[in-house]
C-alpha cells in the first residue's frame, strides 16, 4: 500500500510563502497525473495538477500565485504558495492518479493566512 505524506504547512501571514511537499512511501509506476487539492470548510477542491509528460494546470484563483512541480526520483511532487491570502486557509490534500485508474490520497496538512 502507497502511503502519501504531505509536509510544509503552518501558519502565514498574508502575502507569505509556503512550500507544501509530498512524498509517497514507495515508488509508483505508471503515473497519470499528480494534484494537490484542498478544503474548507467542506467541499475539496483542485488547485492545481501535473502531468506525466509536465504539463501544469491551475484553477483560476491561484494562477500567478502557485507553482507545481515534480520530483520523480524523489517520488515527491510541491506546490509553492506565493502571496499567500485569508482565502487560502484550507486543508491541502495531495493526490496521485495512476493510469490503470487507481489514485491515492495523502492525509492533508493544514494551511492557516492570517495576521
Known amino acids: 500500500q502507497v502511503r502519501l505524506v504531505e509536509s510544509g504547512g503552518g501558519l502565514v501571514q498574508p502575502g507569505g510563502s509556503l512550500r507544501l511537499s509530498c512524498t509517497a512511501s514507495?515508488?509508483?509506476?505508471?503515473?497519470?497525473?499528480m494534484a494537490w487539492y484542498r478544503q474548507a470548510p467542506a467541499k475539496r477542491d483542485l488547485v492545481a495538477s501535473i502531468?506525466?509528460?509536465?504539463?501544469?494546470n491551475y484553477t483560476d484563483y491561484v494562477k500567478g500565485r502557485f507553482t507545481i512541480s515534480r520530483d520523480s526520483a524523489k517520488n515527491t511532487v510541491y506546490l509553492q504558495m506565493n502571496s499567500l491570502a485569508p482565502e487560502d486557509t484550507a486543508v491541502y490534500y495531495c493526490?496521485?492518479?495512476?493510469?490503470?485508474?487507481?489514485?491515492?490520497w495523502g492525509q492533508g496538512i493544514q494551511v492557516t493566512v492570517s495576521s
Open positions: 493526490r496521485v492518479l495512476v493510469r490503470n485508474g487507481n489514485y491515492y
Open positions: 514507495r515508488q509508483i509506476y505508471d503515473i497519470s497525473n
Open positions: 502531468s506525466s509528460g509536465g504539463i501544469t
